[in-house]
Nanobody, 123 residues
Framework: QVQLVESGGGLVQAGGSLRLSCAAS????????MGWFRQAPGKEREFVAT????????DYADSVKGRFTISRDNAKNTVYLQTNSLKPEDTAVYFCAATVSPYSYRSHEYSYWGQGTQVTVSS
């Protein structure tokens, strides 16, 4: 069993930045690919970013490329999402998740999910 807890969300103005954190416990963190997803009001959960076991490979949704950066610190059992140049359309609950796949943008391949952290971007 892996438990994931997100933090770092908040209210920011357009153009601002937040660093989201996801602390993992109950498993061997370095054996999981990690991902970030988000769900905006009235929309389905969507892929944001993924990172491989040791951080060597990353991938991003087109909507966040060049603005968001996913990283991980396996010594701290933590994955991060640095969100820069935030836009109102980035407003969503952000979830981190763990997968036994090396990395994935497919939500059904993720076995463990956090509770989410709210990011609100004002215009």
């Amino acid at each position: 069993q892996v438990q994931l807890v997100e933090s770092g969300g908040g209210l920011v103005q357009a153009g601002g930045s937040l660093r989201l954190s996801c602390a993992a416990s109950g498993g061997t963190f370095s054996r999981y690919g990690m991902g970030w997803f988000r769900q905006a009001p009235g929309k389905e959960r969507e892929f944001v970013a993924t990172i491989s076991f040791r951080g060597g490979r990353t991938d991003y949704a087109d909507s966040v490329k060049g603005r968001f950066t996913i990283s991980r610190d396996n010594a701290k059992n933590t994955v991060y999402l640095q969100t820069n140049s935030l836009k109102p359309e980035d407003t969503a609950v952000y979830f981190c998740a763990a997968t036994v796949s090396p990395y994935s943008y497919r939500s059904h391949e993720y076995s463990y999910w956090g509770q989410g952290t709210q990011v609100t971007v004002s215009s």
